[in-house]
């Protein structure tokens, strides 16, 4: 699966990176952090001064101590499967589907019609260059050609996180891949009509640039195992 993983910035509006959730042909771009400073957070032994007396450094000034913008990360865990998408061209016509993705999402995933976050946006932390341009790559699915869409089971769990530019604290959403409970999903997939989609005016537009005028949804249980889901492409509804 192509995943392509944003921490906010001071000074602008906040950026953020890898895992809130696109829907499938859009792209991840850069998610929104907070539009502000948290405020700085002081170590506990801050409000006695550093050199142990009264809070102030000798000559009547407060002495805060150091600067430390606490947050509990949430865990990555492993993988424990992984869903395999066989999608099987046994039409007359070719198929336009995604070959490859940058900053743009292959599929989206739904959980109990909620899309499930793969992959957040740019991150950038304290300094923000601009983000790479989201890219996709459409080949053809000749007819009798077979394209396997893969997928690890996990989604984003999102927290926020803490960190420190010069003297304050910043705050911006981030994930940690965790893999999903069992029960039923649908998988969107997207679909193109040519080789060259794109006119100039979607790709000025860096929210247009992975996205697609077709798509299809394909059902199925998740489990505790590996699953490999066959689809024929003359049994679904492409709209």
């Known amino acids: 699966m192509v995943l392509v993983l944003a921490s906010a910035c ?14 499938a042909g859009t792209s991840v771009g850069t998610s929104q952090g907070s539009d502000g400073t948290v405020g700085p957070t002081t170590s506990d032994d801050s409000a006695s001064g550093t050199d142990g007396t009264d809070g102030t450094d000798g000559t ?3 002495d805060t101590g150091p600067v430390v913008c606490e947050f509990e990360p949430t865990a990555t865990i492993e993988a424990t499967l992984e869903v395999t998408i066989e999608l099987v061209n046994d039409t007359a016509d ?12 292959p599929f989206s995933v ?6 499930l976050a793969l992959a957040l946006g740019h991150l950038c932390g304290c300094e923000c260059p601009p983000p790479p341009m ?3 790559e459409v080949i053809a699915l000749e007819p009798g050609q077979t394209q396997e869409l893969t997928w690890d089971g996990r989604a984003l769990a999102l927290y926020q996180e803490r960190y420190l530019c010069d003297t ?20 969107t997939i997207p679909i193109y009509e040519s080789l060259d989609p794109f006119e100039q005016e979607q790709l000025d537009n860096l929210e247009n640039r992975c ?13 505790s195992e590996d699953l490999t889901v066959s ?9």
């Open 10 to 23: 001071p000074g602008d509006d906040g950026s953020s990176e890898e895992g809130a959730g696109s829907t």
């Open 60 to 62: 009547g000034n407060t």
């Open 94 to 105: 070719p198929v336009y589907v995604v070959g490859s993705a940058e900053y743009c999402l």
């Open 110 to 115: 739904a959980q109990g019609g909620q899309e």
């Open 134 to 136: 989201p890219t996709v």
């Open 168 to 187: 304050e604290c910043w705050s911006s959403t981030n994930g940690a891949p965790q893999p999903q409970p069992p029960g039923p999903l649908t998988l």
């Open 211 to 223: 996205a697609a005028p077709l798509s299809f949804e394909v059902s199925f249980d998740l489990g």
């Open 231 to 239: 689809v024929l492409l003359s049994s679904v509804t492409i709209g």
